[in-house]
């Protein structure tokens, strides 16, 4: 059964760190677009950092570049977002998915053709 299990999430101070991680059971993700989106309350869901972990390929949106890593781990099969410099616009819940493809636009990111979600993790930066 595939499976995407988010965990690490919490609250912290403006500036402070979170590190967000993805399980992936079911499937090979070095064979799929990943992504970390996020929904804050009352707004819709954007796009955060997509990437080919299996081709080194990663994008970001212009929100978060420059603060944000993605990074994974092949052999666990396991997705990482790295946050630093946190901000109050920040909060939200935060998804990892797989999808067919990446999809790119100017300062944003995001997949083709999704196929399977996370339950979402909350992350909460206080000012």
């Known amino acids: 059964e595939v499976q995407l299990v988010e965990s690490g999430g919490g609250l912290v101070q403006a500036w402070g760190s979170l590190r967000l991680s993805c399980v992936v059971t079911?499937?090979?993700?070095?064979?799929?677009?990943m992504g970390w989106f996020r929904q804050a309350p009352g707004q819709e869901r954007e796009g955060v950092s997509c990437a080919s972990i299996g081709e080194n390929i990663t994008y970001y949106a212009d929100t978060v570049k420059g603060r944000f890593t993605v990074s994974g781990d092949s052999a666990k099969n396991i997705l990482y977002l790295h946050m630093s410099s946190l901000k109050p616009e920040d909060t939200a819940v935060y998804y990892c998915?797989?999808?067919?493809?990446?999809?790119?636009?100017?300062?944003?990111?995001?997949?083709?053709?999704?196929?399977?979600w996370g339950q979402g993790t909350q992350v909460t930066v206080s000012s």
């Open positions: 998915a797989a999808g067919y493809g990446l999809f790119v636009a100017p300062g944003h990111v995001g997949l083709n053709g999704v196929k399977h």
């Open positions: 079911g499937f090979t993700f070095d064979d799929y677009a």
